[in-house]
């Protein structure tokens, strides 16, 4: 595989803690998870998303980075499935989620997580 500025960059011991514990501190399967993972980043190449290029999905208000982390010091994904427009072009729908977790996982490093609040109000995660 080939490596970037980018992939490395990426691979941070925050990265790493959630890679484990997504899969139950087991290191092989982690490693595995993260090999697909920078596969994955190699040809979507999120790391070069722009604002620009998603903000009119943003306008939507359908998932956003809470400026305010949690109690625990995590950054909140929070989602609004209510404000979901179908039709139109899901590309940039997906391009806008992929930007919104790539800020919130940089947000992470220094926690080693994020929370995804799908529920009504931030209150409820």
């Known amino acids: 595989m080939q490596t970037s500025a980018a992939l490395k960059a990426f691979c941070t011991r925050g990265t790493y ?3 484990l514990r997504a899969r139950s ?3 092989h399967k982690a490693t595995r998870m993260l090999e697909d993972t920078l596969k994955w980043r190699l040809e979507y190449k999120p790391d070069e998303l722009r604002w620009e ?3 009119t999905e943003a306008a939507r208000g359908k998932v956003y980075l809470l ?3 949690d109690p625990e010091g995590r950054p ?3 989602m609004r499935p209510r404000r979901e427009v179908y039709g139109g ?3 940039k729908r997906v391009q806008y989620v ?3 977790m790539e800020q919130a ?3 992470a490093d220094a926690h080693g997580e994020w929370i995804w609040c799908p529920r009504m109000t931030p209150a409820h995660c």
């Open 17 to 19: 803690v959630r890679y």
């Open 25 to 27: 501190w087991n290191v």
């Open 53 to 55: 290029d998603i903000h």
């Open 67 to 69: 400026e305010d982390v």
């Open 76 to 78: 909140v994904v929070f």
């Open 89 to 91: 072009d899901n590309d």
């Open 98 to 100: 992929v930007y919104i």
């Open 105 to 107: 996982s940089r947000l």
